[in-house]
């Protein structure tokens, strides 16, 4: 993995650290490692490394650098999980849940986002990840069951096929709430018999449209 911007890297680790109290270290590992500038848009690279999410095409957002630390820290994963990302946007998410999981199968809707991310995803040698243009909100049956499955857009609520598509003790991360501009940040894990549900706090992302999702306009 390149050497540029590892300082700005190596802040960020330490604010995720002692700010946010991420502790899972083969996530801290993973941000560490992986290039986040080369997920922005070039104008912004300088800023990359910075406590907020960030432009990219299309109107959509690159996560906060916590968010994205926090999601993937929820989803508990480890080398042998199979992970289902809905929403891969600039594929950096991908790249972090490529570096911590064992295979990552993402969707993104926008067909110019899902091809930048997989063509980002291979420049950096990652090969266990791939990205794939469709409705997330449909999830993805040929590969299901899931270990966990992490959506970074927000949906009125969880959509069924997801559900479904994951494995009894595997664990789902979402944003949701009725609103379009603002939701909670819910964790899902399927037991026996049913689904526990757990809420993780208040963010704002961009809304998960589809299907199962929200309409179009
Ligand atoms: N984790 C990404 C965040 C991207 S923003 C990153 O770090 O860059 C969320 C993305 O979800 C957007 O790119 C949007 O196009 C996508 N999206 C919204 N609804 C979707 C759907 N139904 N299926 C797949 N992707 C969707």
Sequence with gaps: MPQQYRLQR?????????????????????MAEVPRHRFVPEALQSNAYGDHALPISANQTISQPFIVARMTEL???NADSKVLEIGAGSGYQTAVL????G???????????AREAQRRIRE???YNATVKCFDGTLGW????????????????????????QLKVGGRLVMPTGQSRESQRLVRV?????????????????????????????
């Design 10 to 30: 190596e802040r960020m680790i330490e604010w995720l650290r002692a700010h946010y109290r991420i502790s899972d270290e083969r996530v801290l590992r993973a």
């Design 141 to 164: 049956d040929a590969h299901a069951p899931y270990d966990a499955i992490l959506a970074a857009a927000g949906g009125p609520d969880v959509p069924e096929p997801l559900l479904a």
């Design 103 to 113: 295979s990552v199968f993402a969707i993104e809707r926008i067909a110019e986002l």
């Design 98 to 101: 490529a570096r911590v999981a």
């Design 124 to 126: 950096l040698g990652i």
């Design 189 to 217: 894990v399927r037991e026996e018999k049913g689904f526990a549900r757990e809420d993780h706090g208040a963010c704002a992302f961009v809304p998960l449209i589809g299907r199962y999702g929200w309409n179009e306009n």
């Design 75 to 77: 989803l508990e994963v």
